[in-house]
């Protein structure tokens, strides 16, 4: 069955159903492009989520960037980006397979319909002007037949008149003549007319019209059979990245399995193990023998572990946990960073050394290989001018030899520092432990400085700690309130953490170092920085 057949005489219905048909596929091209953008803004959010999460951070700076269950975390966070590239793929596959493609197509469909039905208009056209044409000459016949009739009848009523003359009768018989012949003309043109309109009508009705309407069912199956093809690609698109994205999937799930917390906590005991030895017994001294006090201050001279310097402090405790100090300032939050990691315990020194030693080892390699490489080209410029100057080269060789020599004298300088490392143990173990328990006080200098020569004076960490229990049992009254206009997190020694919005009492004004020291309800003391606050004071 087929339009031509069934549907001779509906040109008004096939022009409006195919009409609706174009309309369909472009609702279902903005149909697929808002789902592509929907894809789109999904995929941007998820990369976003992800490089918020996965900010860029040196090992060196970050130790557990080396713990597996934050290396699972950097491994999730990389498969959601993956798995963002793949909705982007979505997105682009169904806007270049489905939206382009049929927006094209559509345009296409709507040339071709035009031009059919632009063939159905001229030949109404044609049908109508040779039906005009039929109609002329019929009105024509129609009329020349009557004047002849009119003509004959004058005619014969002259002949009859007996007052008329002969060429009168003659007169009347060559006009009744003539109408007749006129009106025989007229009746030929019409039967001829009528012959073509019946002959273009058939032609219109069973050739013409048909074979317009069955271009047009074939232009419109072959819209549906594409709008069809459209909405599979609709889901094919999505499958084909289906694999991938169970890897993204997969790789999270992988990730969970990696994290292996014994591994993790042989991590933080390797980066933060000292190499200090657990301190000794405390002697007991006997004041009841008369032990003289200038020997025991003598007996401080050559420390033996990190008990001596607390051979003061009968009264005292030694405590594994250093004590927060009142008398903080800013500038002794950490120790002074020197480039032989003297700062470090042994066990950190030695593989921080270790660690450079082998970044200067890389460093020195490149430029050895590049400088082997700039010796290579200047023999083949020396040998085929042609292809170079050396002179140009000379700048290059100097430039690497230079750093080759001090890539040398770096080198050597921090074997050294390994070996003193190995070899003074001892002295870095006391040096370091000491500041470890005693709040820094051997390993910075009143103003904060670091010195790595000068032994610490023991009293200070006697009347350290003295201070700190006589300054818990008379707390210093607030000298007025501030409010935290940003959250800090206080993560330093002697700081304290405040959320924005939180209020505090301000215990000492900031003296020209930025910081000001403030209290919690609960007691907390600690030094915030002072741009932070809003403070209004007594």
């Known amino acids: 069955m087929d339009w031509g057949t069934e549907l001779w005489d509906q040109y008004d219905t096939i022009e409006k159903h195919t009409q609706s048909g174009l309309e369909l596929v472009e609702k279902y091209v903005k149909f697929v492009k808002e789902r592509t953008e929907i894809e789109q803004t999904y995929a941007k959010q998820l990369r976003n989520l992800s490089k918020k999460y996965n900010q860029k951070r040196s090992s060196k700076d970050e130790p557990e960037c080396r713990l597996s269950s934050y290396q699972s975390f950097l491994e999730i966070l990389n498969e959601m980006n993956d798995y963002a590239g793949q909705r982007e793929l979505i997105a682009e596959n169904l806007m270049m397979n489905i939206c382009i493609d049929l927006t094209k197509y559509l345009q296409d469909l709507k040339q071709e319909r035009k031009t059919y039905l632009m063939e159905a208009k001229k030949a109404q056209q044609s049908l109508e002007s040779t039906y005009k044409q039929l109609d002329n000459s019929k009105k024509r016949f129609e009329r020349e037949w009557r004047e002849a009739e009119r003509a004959a009848q004058n005619a014969e009523k002259t002949d009859l008149d007996i007052n008329a003359t002969k060429a009168d009768v003659e007169k009347a018989k060559q006009q009744a003549h003539f109408k007749a012949q006129t009106a025989e003309e007229s009746k030929n043109d019409y039967a001829s007319q009528l012959q073509k309109y019946n002959k273009e009508q058939s032609q219109f009705y069973f050739n013409d019209i048909p074979l317009v309407f069955n271009k047009l069912q074939d232009l419109d199956e072959r819209r549906i059979r594409k709008l069809a093809q459209g909405y599979i690609l609709f889901s094919d698109t999505e499958k084909q990245v289906m694999p991938i994205i169970g890897k993204c999937l997969e790789g999270i799930t992988k990730a969970g399995t990696n994290v292996n917390d014994k591994n993790d906590t042989m991590i933080v005991i390797e980066q933060n193990k000292s190499g200090f030895e657990r301190p000794g017994d405390v002697e007991f001294e006997d004041y009841s023998q008369g032990i003289n006090r200038a020997s025991s201050d003598s007996s ?70 590049q400088s082997e490489a700039l010796g290579k080209m200047k023999d083949v410029y020396e040998k085929n001018p042609q292809m170079g100057d050396p002179a140009t080269l000379a700048s290059q060789i100097s430039q690497t030899s230079q750093n080759i020599e001090r890539l040398k004298g770096e080198m050597g300088k921090y074997e050294n520092w390994l070996t003193e490392a190995g070899a003074r143990g001892d002295t870095m173990r006391y040096k370091t432990n000491t500041f470890s328990n005693n709040g820094a006080h051997d390993a910075l200098s009143p103003d904060g400085a670091h010195s790595d020569e000068s032994p610490p004076d023991p009293s200070q960490a006697i009347y350290a700690e003295f201070d700190d229990d006589f300054e818990d049992e008379e707390l210093a009254a607030p000298i007025g309130r501030c409010t935290a206009m940003y959250s800090f997190p206080g993560a330093s020694e002697g700081t304290i953490s405040m959320q924005e919005g939180e209020v505090l009492a301000v215990i000492e004004e900031d003296k020209g170092d930025g910081w000001t020291r403030v209290r919690r309800n609960n007691g907390d003391e600690g030094y915030i920085p002072t741009s932070y606050v809003s403070i209004s004071l007594n």
């Open 300 to 369: 401080l001279g050559t420390p033996k572990g990190p008990m001596d310097l607390l051979g003061r402090n009968k009264g005292k405790n030694f405590w594994l946990f250093s004590r927060k100090s009142k008398k903080f300032t800013p500038d002794k939050i950490m120790p002074t960073v020197t480039e032989d990691f003297g700062h470090l315990p042994p066990e950190q020194r030695r593989k921080r050394l270790q660690q450079k030693l082998e970044e200067i080892s890389k460093e020195l390699q490149k430029e050895v290989d």
